[in-house]
């Protein structure tokens, strides 16, 4: 491994800046190889620095064209300067100005960090240190200043202008006719990585929004021309969203302007800039045609998450990149919030349950564990991670849960009171709700400072007798990379004890735990809770709605977990029952390496009940008959895991469940909505059900079935159900997939974003040359490696969500991964680094791949010339 390192920044290191920036006023002179940018700063020493301490403003490959202080042009020995670091030896004492001229070139930038053109359009991506390669600044966040931004271009390229705040002026250039300018000021003190601008030849779609208190705010959304037709969903999400926020957390909006900019190139799903937003095309244009429920419904929760921004993060920002999760854990929360309130909360549970067992689960049992606050970092772009989000939202859930809605909701409000302006810190975040509700949160804090996910486990006994239920209850995380000890968390346990009706049972008492309302306390590392008043052994039913990110385990039997399939009111914990009962049940296959198939005939009969019960809600229903996925059997394994073994036995449970249950998935398939499309959740649900019976009745066996997938492909009136049976299809490889593919192919040649779907079906199909497919793929004339999203659709999808052929026994998969994110690293570092993570599991392989992966991954880090971005990740994943 070679040994130069990049420096560590450690949390217990943070001081506050020396100076501080009270102004900036930007010029910015727009070319396509060539952009000049000048920067007046008003800056000011700090009283607690001494005076004659020098100015370290950061830069990222700058070039500097000029430097002025106070008007005068600073003397060569008075400053030092390289790319990255522009030096000013001794700064006044007192207030001054510094003027910097730099120079950069936008469609040189690769990286799609600071300023660059995506498919002709100038924008700019500045989270988390992209300002810094755009003008030397203090790029961090706790530097909060007042920007005005104008921008100079060629009109006929750039007849739309756009800036962060509100529209000062605009117009032409005296003595350039060809060019033209806009001035735009945002009075909101803000930190760089919230600066933005767009410049390019754009269409339009206006609306309005009154807030509460009677401002008028204009709303636009900016996307390439002939796509206005696709923005409808996204404003509709956009001004739901700003009702909402007033409504449930009394937030308000507060600029003249609000502006969303949809861009192809973009690294991640979206940016918050203040009054500009800008976001991956992805999570802004849909038609029935090319987007799905699944995609409706994310446009849906970015936007919202974007828009909730501008209090959570923007108003209210973070004194370091520690701090991450106090705007991105509150935010994920509060999008999750939204979607519940929009679509049926216990669906948005269970899917936002899956997700967080599926990315942050993994990430927090390897490798990579990070606690959500993180604690040092040598690359902040690698912390943007499901445990800082998702986990994130969890522990804002579990606060919720602890305090009740009212207590949250005035910690919340005292949040808002006392910080707006600040950039702040988890310690003040959790003070204000301590204060809000009295409590002592110290212990609660852990779930910020330690990774992993804790194990509940819990046996029970029941004395008929004394008409007692007593649970033993222990907590404990498994040792992880730099964490080899944890401490006990405080872990919120909502629960319900199932009476032989299915109906809850009520204790006459509780002893041994602290108890909210239905929700037990667990704050040691064992403990023992005894109820009374309970003459029959009841069902338990534990971590009701998921109340807190653990796993658990609990001493029970099958029929118990398949009671509570059937009969939990709690519907997080009916659908969290079957996928235990399957997942039970396969591992017990897996690890007696055959499966008898006379032991699924609970999870048939289960699922048989599942499918006839006519008082589900639809979207539940196809949720809850979803087996849980390869990935998610493989997690629960957690070792010597051989993908196509859990492949092959799910596919037989699957044909097993088909042909059991014909005649009622061919009647709910046949239920699929007709007329006029509409992406609002039930129908949405009524689809999902449909298709989840599709995906049974393709592995039937039955000449009928497979009629009936073709068929759906061919018929489909919206992308929904297309996608659903082009992905049977192809992933069952049935006769009619080549054709289907070719004809998708032809028929969505002008979407980009539909294309991305037909990379993505190859990608993930289990077919044994899906790899070569991919490389072939990869030399496609649609094939672009500059365009994240399509790099994503193919090389990521195929290692992140192809278990069984990335895998490969060969180390084929594996090299594929690690040549591409090599190949990609000279181009786009942050896009690379995040390939890298489908490595990062790799000691739960059996011993012949993970023995391949490890050699891939050492192999990797004598690599010359690798970013600091995917360094990192090599390095830690070999920790
Ligand atoms: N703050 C944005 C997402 C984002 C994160 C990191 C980025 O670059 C490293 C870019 C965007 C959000 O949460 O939506
Ligand atoms: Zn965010």
């Known amino acids: 491994m070679r040994t130069d390192t990049a420096p560590v920044i450690r949390l217990e290191d943070y001081s506050p800046a020396r100076y501080t920036i009270e102004t900036v006023a930007l010029d910015i002179q727009l070319s ?4 000049q940018i000048t920067s007046r700063l008003a800056l000011r020493r700090r009283d607690e620095t ?3 301490t020098p100015l370290v403003l950061e830069g990222g490959d700058l070039e500097l064209v000029g430097l002025a202080l106070d008007g ?3 003397h060569r020995d008075d400053f030092t300067v390289t790319p990255e670091q522009l030096v000013l030896l001794a700064p006044p004492e007192g207030p ?17 960090e600071g300023l660059y053109r995506s498919s002709g359009t100038y924008c700019t991506q500045c989270e988390a240190e992209g300002f810094r390669r755009i003008t030397y600044f203090l790029d961090r966040p706790d530097v909060l200043a007042v920007y005005t931004t104008r921008i100079e271009a060629k009109r006929s390229e750039c007849p739309i202008l756009l800036g962060n705040g509100n529209p000062v002026e605009s117009g032409p250039v005296s003595d350039k006719p060809d060019r033209h300018f806009a001035i735009w000021h945002d009075p909101h003190p803000k930190p760089s990585y919230l600066f933005a601008m767009v410049a390019g030849d754009l269409a339009c779609v206006t609306d309005r929004f009154q807030t509460r208190s009677g401002r008028a705010v204009d709303l636009g959304i900016y996307v390439e021309h002939g796509k206005e037709s696709l923005c409808d969903w996204a404003m509709d999400s956009l001004k739901r969203s700003m009702r909402w926020d007033e409504e449930v957390f009394g937030c308000e909006y507060d600029l003249d302007v609000f502006n969303i900019v949809a861009v192809s190139d973009f690294n991640m799903g979206a940016m918050e800039n203040k009054g500009l937003n800008i976001f991956n095309d992805k999570y802004v244009l849909a038609d029935q045609d090319t987007a799905t429920d699944q995609d409706y ?33 509150l935010t994920v929360f509060r999008d999750q919030e939204f979607s519940s309130d929009m679509r ?6 269970i899917a936002d349950v899956r997700l967080l067992k599926a990315h942050q689960f993994p990430e927090d049992a390897g490798p990579l564990a990070h606690p959500v606050r993180p604690r040092k970092y040598t690359e902040i772009n690698n912390f943007y991670t499901a445990t800082v989000y998702e986990k994130g939202a969890e522990v804002v859930h579990m606060l919720k849960t602890l305090l009740g809605a009212e207590t949250f909701r005035q910690g919340m409000d005292l949040y808002f009171r006392r910080h707006d302006g600040e950039a702040t810190t988890i310690e003040a975040f959790l003070a204000c709700f301590a204060e809000s509700s009295g409590q002592d949160l110290g212990a609660f804090a852990i779930w910020y400072e330690q990774a992993g996910t804790p194990l509940v486990t819990v046996a029970s006994r029941h004395d008929a007798a004394a008409g007692t239920l007593t649970l033993e209850l222990t907590q404990d995380i498994a040792p992880l990379p730099g964490q080899p000890s944890s401490a006990p968390a405080v872990i919120p346990l909502r629960f319900g004890l199932l009476g032989p009706n299915g109906a809850d049972m009520t204790p006459t008492s509780i002893e041994g735990m602290s108890v909210r309302g239905d929700c037990l306390v667990l704050e040691h590392r064992k403990q023992t809770v005894t109820f009374s008043g309970i003459p029959h052994r009841p069902v338990l039913s534990l971590l009701r709605d998921f109340s807190a990110p653990v796993r658990l385990e609990v001493e029970e039997d099958e029929s118990d977990i398949a009671f509570r399939a059937g009969h939990d009111r709690d519907p997080f914990n009916r659908w969290q029952a079957s996928q235990t009962l399957v997942t039970r049940h396969l591992l017990r296959a897996l690890q007696g390496g055959t499966s008898a198939p006379e032991d699924s005939t609970l999870i048939s009969q289960v699922f048989g009940q599942l499918l006839a019960d006519q008082s589900l809600d639809p979207a539940f229903k196809a949720l809850a008959l979803q087996l849980p996925g390869e990935a998610d059997l493989a997690r629960e394994k957690g070792k010597d895991v051989a993908p196509e073994q859990i492949h092959d036995l799910r596919q037989g449970l699957r044909r097993r469940i088909a042909r059991d249950h014909l005649t009622l998935l061919r009647e709910i398939e046949a239920l699929r909505p007709q007329g006029s499309f509409d992406p609002g959740a039930d129908q949405a649900g009524a689809r999902a059900l449909a298709n989840q019976a599709l995906t049974f009745l393709a592995v039937s066996g039955e000449a009928d079935d497979a009629d009936l997938v073709a068929r759906r492909y061919e018929t489909a009136t919206n992308m929904t159900d297309r996608l659903a049976a082009l992905t049977l299809l ?43 497919r991919v490389e072939a793929l990869t030399r496609h004339a649609l094939f672009d490696e500059g365009n994240p999203n399509r790099v994503r659709a193919l090389v990521h999808a195929f290692a992140t969500g192809n278990p069984v052929q990335f895998a490969r026994k060969d180390g084929a998969g594996f090299a594929f991964a690690a040549a591409q994110a090599l190949k990609l690293d000279a181009r786009n570092p942050q896009v690379a680094s995040r390939l890298l993570t489908c490595f990062r599991s790799w000691r739960a392989y059996d011993t012949v791949r993970s023995d391949l992966a490890e050699k891939t991954l050492r192999s990797l880090a004598e690599a010359e010339n690798l970013s600091r971005d995917c360094r990192d990740i090599v390095e830690r994943c070999l920790q």
């Open 344 to 349: 049926s909360r216990p669906v948005k549970r």
């Open 50 to 52: 001494a005076p004659g």
């Open 96 to 112: 001054f100005e510094l003027e910097i001229v730099t120079k950069v070139d936008p469609d040189a930038n690769t990286r799609l």
């Open 32 to 35: 396509p190889r060539a952009t």
């Open 297 to 329: 419904a994310n446009i849906e929760a970015v936007i919202a998450h974007e828009y909730f921004h501008n209090w959570t993060g923007n108003r209210i920002t973070c004194r370091d990149w520690f701090q991450l999760c106090l705007k991105e854990g």
């Open 730 to 772: 192809v992933h069952e490889g049935m006769p009619a997939a080549e054709a289907a593919l070719e004809d998708f192919r032809a028929r969505h040649a002008t979407s980009a974003l539909a294309l991305d779907k037909w990379f993505m079906v190859q990608a993930t199909s289990p077919a044994g040359d899906a790899l070569e």
């Open 72 to 74: 005068a042009s600073v």
